[in-house]
Nanobody, 125 residues
C-alpha cells in the first residue's frame, strides 16, 4: 500500500507560480509512474501531467503545456509539479497518483492505483 500526501497549494494571483509536492510512504516511489490530476468544483477530475519511473518520459495536458513541469526525486520519495504563469482556470484541488505500470505515462484515471487526498490551488484574477 502506498500513501500519498500532497502539499504546496495555496492562493496566488494570476501570473504567479506554485510548486506542489507529493510525498510517498509505505513503498518506494521508484517502482511507480506518477501523475497529477485536478478537479474543479462541479467538474470531473482531469489529467494534468505524468512521468515514468526513470523520468525519461513525461506527458502533459494541452491546457498546461509550457507552463507546468512534472519532476521526481526518488531519493526523497517525492514528485513535484512546478506551476508557472497560473491562470484562474487552474483553480482546483490537485491530486497526485501512482501507477504500478512504471514504464508508461497515462491520462486515464482508472490506470492509477493509489491517490492522495489533494491540495487546493486557487488563482485569483
Amino acid at each position: 500500500q502506498v500513501q500519498l500526501v500532497e502539499s504546496g497549494g495555496g492562493l496566488v494571483q494570476a501570473g504567479g507560480s506554485l510548486r506542489l509536492s507529493c510525498v510517498a510512504s509505505g513503498h518506494t516511489l521508484s517502482n511507480y509512474a506518477m501523475g497529477w490530476f485536478r478537479q474543479a468544483p462541479g467538474k470531473e477530475r482531469e489529467f494534468v501531467a505524468a512521468i515514468t519511473w526513470n523520468s525519461f518520459s513525461t506527458r502533459y495536458a494541452d491546457s498546461v503545456k509550457g507552463r507546468f513541469t512534472i519532476s521526481r526525486d526518488d531519493a526523497k520519495n517525492t514528485v513535484y509539479l512546478q506551476m508557472n504563469s497560473l491562470k484562474p482556470e487552474d483553480t482546483a484541488v490537485y491530486h497526485c497518483a501512482a501507477d504500478r505500470r512504471y514504464y508508461r505515462t497515462t491520462e486515464a484515471r482508472g490506470d492509477y492505483d493509489y491517490w492522495g487526498q489533494g491540495t487546493q490551488v486557487t488563482v485569483s484574477s
